[in-house]
């Protein structure tokens, strides 16, 4: 006797079910606008610069209704009712990513992509030159560089680890003298 299987559990490995077609989105219109603002501020720390982007983003995909919109204003306003502080957001990327061990140029960089300029930058560029040592510190015990590592590196294990320490946005100077620390040396005795 043949088993009879039921049609709707295999519909999917076969194909032969014919999708639904989804329901067209509506456009947006300005206080549907507004209602995605608030949510993704809600949801997520962002900078002005962030949700602007986002607005145009989701008006180009469901396209537009109504008079004409202005996404920097929405942002600019989500940041009047507080709900969006650059500075604020700009030194908590910079804390984690020092934390992280990533020096002042990967943090500028990041700061930069995320809008993150002007006067909101400088403020928070002299927390970052005095977190630098710290930084690449925790890097190099992260990835068992110079005074953190098992063994005195040769010199293209050196090369390398000056490379990843570049890379991480570190000074050129500094990540020179932690490479040529050896195993066990104190950092603390780093002159930046």
């Given at each position: 006797?043949?088993?009879?299987?039921?049609?709707?559990?295999?519909?999917?490995?076969?194909?032969?079910?014919?999708?639904?077609?989804?329901?067209?989105?509506?456009?947006?219109?300005?206080?549907?606008?507004?209602?995605?603002?608030?949510?993704?501020?809600?949801?997520?720390?962002?900078?002005?610069?962030?949700?602007?982007?986002?607005?145009?983003?989701?008006?180009?995909?469901?396209?537009?209704?109504?008079?004409?919109?202005?996404?920097?204003?929405?942002?600019?306003?989500?940041?009047?009712?507080?709900?969006?502080?650059?500075?604020?957001?700009?030194?908590a990327?910079?804390?984690?990513?020092?934390?992280?061990?990533?020096?002042?140029?990967?943090?500028a960089?990041?700061?930069?992509?995320a809008?993150?300029?002007?006067?909101?930058?400088?403020?928070?560029?002299?927390g970052?030159?005095?977190?630098?040592?710290?930084?690449?510190?925790?890097?190099?015990?992260?990835?068992?560089?110079?005074?953190?590592?098992?063994?005195?590196?040769?010199?293209?294990?050196?090369?390398?680890?000056?490379?990843?320490?570049?890379?991480?946005?570190?000074?050129?100077?500094?990540?020179?003298?932690?490479?040529?620390?050896?195993?066990?040396?104190?950092?603390?005795?780093?002159?930046?």
């Amino acid at each position: 006797m043949a088993s009879v299987q039921n049609p709707l559990s295999v519909w999917h490995n076969q194909g032969d079910m014919p999708r639904v077609p989804r329901r067209p989105v509506p456009p947006l219109d300005r206080p549907a606008l507004e209602r995605l603002a608030l949510r993704y501020v809600e949801r997520f720390a962002t900078t002005r610069s962030r949700l602007t982007d986002y607005l145009r983003r989701k008006i180009r995909e469901r396209g537009w209704d109504g008079e004409a919109a202005d996404p920097a204003a929405i942002a600019e306003r989500m940041a009047e009712l507080g709900y969006i502080d650059d500075r604020l957001y700009g030194e908590a990327k910079a804390n984690a990513m020092a934390r992280r061990g990533l020096g002042a140029r990967r943090v500028a960089g990041a700061l930069h992509q995320a809008g993150i300029k002007g006067e909101d930058a400088e403020a928070i560029a002299p927390g970052v030159a005095e977190r630098a040592l710290d930084s690449a510190i925790a890097f190099a015990r992260r990835r068992r560089i110079g005074p953190f590592a098992m063994e005195v590196a040769d010199r293209p294990l050196r090369e390398k680890q000056i490379g990843a320490m570049l890379r991480a946005g570190h000074a050129p100077a500094l990540a020179r003298q932690i490479v040529q620390m050896a195993p066990g040396d104190d950092p603390a005795n780093l002159d930046q």
